[in-house]
């Protein structure tokens, strides 16, 4: 396999290929422009996971507010077992990579540590080296590091441990801002949180790994995207399978199913007035992320001023023009649609696939300024 920067940036290649793919198939209006390098994450969790099939350890980091994977890197475990700096000089590595395209962020390390090598190794002090990259980076941010629970809770120094589902947390707090007992209270609130919202989504990759061997997605993506130093390994192809469907607003079947029709050489749109009930199924419009709580949708001023989308679907009524967007749906899902704050807006929000659903014919309006 090639070197760990060249299978990134091969992932990114392959990633971006198909959304350019995909995007035109899908009914929701989507950004012209897909560049993920650009995007700003707000709250990342990073997590390693030790593969024994092939000893090896992959490090995540996934925005957990989208649940996209950011960035991913495999090691050999081997080369940790001779020298155990080297795993630590991997993390921060790994960490200063994704600070370098993030701010404001709150940073959960999940399972930090050698457990994954015989014998002990001393991990506190090792860790507390993160924090100073981390503020060095990141000023204003924090970062959570979740480890073994193999020490006994303590708070010294400005560092705070807590003991958490048979783990330790670490984070650095200011002591003279913050009631120790409050503070601890409202951080265990936060764990639980972010626990939660870790198990669907590790739930959620091992489920794609399997949809990588069940629909041989390797074969599939290679002919459609005409990459062929593509990795053949269900650790990287199971990214795309995260990401895309958020993406491109397609469910994972549906997605897979216009890919195979592609590498057929044949046009899903004319597919999509079949009756089959299977293929209806497949091809039909999910917005699951207007059902995620965590993302509150909230107006906020836009580029232009344009006519309002719900007003427009809306027959017999006057059309408003607009300058406002909705802020989550355009900072997470990259949707930008114009809509007046009164009505419209929370109109909207209640059934969105059915006015973001493209038209073939546009109707003439009256626009009320």
Same mark, same amino acid.
């Given at each position: 396999?090639?070197?760990?920067?060249? =299978?990134?940036?091969?992932?990114?290649? =392959?990633?971006?290929?198909?959304?350019?793919?995909?995007?035109?198939?899908?009914?929701?209006?989507?950004?012209?422009?897909?560049?993920?390098?650009?995007?700003?994450? =707000?709250?990342?969790?990073?997590?390693?996971?030790?593969?024994?099939?092939?000893?090896?350890?992959?490090?995540?980091?996934?925005?957990?507010?989208?649940?996209? %994977? %950011?960035?991913?890197?495999?090691?050999?475990?081997?080369?940790?077992?001779?020298?155990?700096?080297?795993?630590?000089?991997?993390?921060?590595?790994?960490?200063?990579?994704? $600070?370098?395209?993030?701010?404001?962020?709150?940073?959960?390390?999940?399972?930090?540590?050698?457990?994954?090598?015989?014998?002990?190794?001393?991990?506190?002090?090792?860790?507390?080296? $993160?924090?100073? $990259?981390?503020? $060095?980076?990141?000023?204003?941010?924090?970062?959570?590091?979740?480890?073994?629970?193999?020490?006994?809770?303590?708070?010294?120094?400005?560092?705070?441990?807590i003991s958490y589902s048979n783990q330790l947390v670490i984070l650095k707090y200011e002591q003279e801002n913050q009631e120790l007992e409050e503070y601890r209270k409202f951080t265990l609130n936060q764990l639980k949180k972010v626990d939660d =919202?870790?198990?669907?989504?590790?739930?959620?990759?091992?489920?794609?790994?399997?949809?990588?061997?069940?629909?041989?997605?390797?074969?599939?993506?290679?002919?459609?995207?005409?990459?062929?130093? %593509?990795?053949?390994?269900?650790?990287?192809?199971a990214r795309l399978l995260v990401n895309l469907p958020k993406n491109t607003c397609q469910e994972t079947d549906k997605m897979i199913f216009n890919l195979q029709l592609i590498q057929q050489n044949q046009q899903p749109k004319k597919y999509t007035k079949l009756k089959n009930k299977t293929i209806q199924q497949v091809i039909s419009t999910h917005l699951a992320p207007f059902k995620d709580d965590k993302n509150l949708h909230f107006p906020m001023k836009g580029p232009h001023s344009q006519k309002c989308k719900v007003c427009q679907k809306n027959k017999n009524h006057k059309v408003h023009k607009s300058s406002f967007i909705c802020e989550s749906c355009h900072k997470y899902y990259k949707i930008n649609v114009t809509l007046c704050t009164n009505k419209c807006f929370k109109q909207f929000h209640l059934n969105p696939a059915y006015y973001l659903r493209r038209s073939r014919f546009k109707s003439k309006v009256k626009i009320e300024e």
């Open positions: 396999m090639s070197s760990s920067a060249d =299978v990134a940036y091969i992932m990114d290649r =392959v990633e971006s290929e198909l959304y350019l793919k995909l995007a035109g198939l899908s009914q929701i209006q989507l950004s012209n422009k897909y560049e993920p390098q650009e995007i700003r994450y =707000v709250s990342i969790i990073v997590f390693q996971r030790f593969i024994t099939e092939i000893n090896s350890i992959f490090l995540y980091a996934y925005d957990s507010n989208s649940s996209t %994977i %950011i960035k991913q890197q495999q090691y050999d475990v081997g080369q940790f077992k001779s020298d155990p700096d080297k795993y630590h000089e991997a993390i921060k590595y790994f960490i200063d990579q994704i $600070l370098a395209i993030s701010y404001q962020v709150c940073l959960h390390f999940k399972n930090y540590g050698q457990d994954f090598v015989e014998g002990k190794f001393e991990t506190i002090q090792q860790a507390l080296k $993160l924090f100073e $990259l981390f503020e $060095l980076r990141c000023t204003g941010s924090k970062i959570f590091i979740w480890m073994k629970n193999t020490e006994k809770e303590t708070s010294q120094n400005g560092y705070l441990t =919202v870790h198990e669907k989504f590790v739930k959620q990759l091992d489920q794609n790994e399997q949809h990588v061997k069940m629909y041989n997605i390797y074969s599939l993506i290679k002919d459609v995207t005409q990459i062929h130093d %593509i990795p053949n390994s269900i650790y990287y192809l």
